[in-house]
């Protein structure tokens, strides 16, 4: 779902696609910024919805923008009254809740038997967060065979055997995907029952179960089966799709941010419909439920500057985590837990 550069002259047409393009990160081309570090072109965000100021506000005066309502039993979930199935929960998350879930995004979930963008090349990667943080190297030991080795040890084997090697960072920062529960098949898009699979954590499914009350059917409760974990890094971003391989769309998903703020795009049924762009900002979760489950979305933008990141007080709390290392992948990084009934 990571945005392909090659893309068709009908595609850049759309509604949608345009406004991707419209909030993608691009450099200033002026010549004058060629041997200084590239500076990123001004985009206008003043129609950017920033759910954090409409509840500040709506806590203040009662007075809400045009379009968006409050949820009749929740005052503090928002909905957009064109687009049913579609809640935004600002600050659902405590900051305890996000140091934890950015933690066991890192340390936990890329491990197998979860499967990871990194399967198709390396088969299961085991402990990459603590190589990563041990600087060690992944050594091409046979065919379809990796191992992790110490820096020396490694140099040694690469230089010995003429074989293929990766270090521990380079693969934590092109982790883009990790799947919890029932493991979805990116292969042939749809969920494998055989794969061998970790349970999603109890904790994680009571805080998911939590958060999609608001939006299941009367009398019926969520059912947490499957999750993926998107990983955000400099300059990615999400293309516009729609997550429609679950059997019950009445069922929503429940999509909670961490890290980095973020934009997202949240369209109509067609592309052709013009989209709603908002920020998404660490501990935000949304939910998207029934007709919403057949608007496009994506994510075209992260930010990752200091002015804009809005991650203070994730700093503040994270460098007593792993000695200062996750608190460093999450300055430039966003990571998004989005957790399905896939039955």
């Known amino acids: 779902m990571y945005e392909s550069a090659n893309v068709s002259d009908d595609a850049d047409r759309t509604a949608f696609r345009r406004a991707e393009k419209q909030y993608k990160l691009y450099y200033e081309q002026d010549s004058k910024f060629s041997r200084k570090k590239k500076l990123p072109k001004p985009v206008d965000l003043s129609s950017v919805l920033d759910f954090n100021s409409i509840s500040q506000d709506f806590n203040r005066t009662g007075v ?13 979930v928002f909905c957009i009254e064109n687009r049913p199935g579609f809640y935004f929960i600002p600050n659902a998350l405590s900051l305890e809740e996000q140091c934890k879930w950015i933690r066991e995004s890192l340390t936990s979930f890329p491990q197998p038997p979860n499967r990871t963008n990194h399967n198709a090349i390396y088969g299961p990667v085991a402990d990459l967060f603590d190589s990563a943080k041990a600087n060690k190297v992944l050594v091409q030991e046979d065919t379809n065979i990796w191992k992790f080795y110490d820096g020396e040890e490694a140099t040694a084997k690469v230089k010995q055997r003429r074989c293929k090697s990766v270090s521990a960072s380079v693969l934590l920062r092109k982790l883009r995907w990790s799947t919890l529960g029932l493991q979805f098949d990116w292969s042939k898009r749809n969920y494998d029952v055989s794969l061998p699979h970790n349970n999603i954590p109890d904790a994680l499914c009571q805080l998911a ?15 947490p089966e499957g999750a993926i974990v998107n990983y955000f890094g400099f300059g990615d971003t999400l293309g516009g799709h729609l997550d429609d391989m679950e059997a019950d769309w009445s069922k929503p998903i429940v999509s909670m941010s961490l890290g980095c703020k973020a934009i997202f795009l949240l369209g109509g049924k067609s592309k052709e419909d013009p989209p709603h762009a908002m920020y998404l900002r660490s501990g935000d979760v949304v939910l998207m439920a029934g007709e919403a489950r057949e608007c496009f979305h ?14 203070g007080a994730l700093e503040s709390e994270l460098p007593h985590e ?12 966003r990571i998004n837990i989005n957790i399905r009934q896939v039955f």
């Open 64 to 76: 809400l923008p045009d379009g968006i309502r409050v949820a009749e039993s929740d005052s503090s």
């Open 209 to 223: 179960k939590t958060h999609a009350a608001i939006a299941m059917p009367a009398g019926e409760e969520f059912r």
């Open 298 to 311: 994506g994510v075209p933008r992260i930010f990752i500057d200091e002015e804009n990141a809005d991650i």
């Open 322 to 333: 792993n000695g200062d290392f996750i608190a460093e992948y999450i300055k430039t990084s």
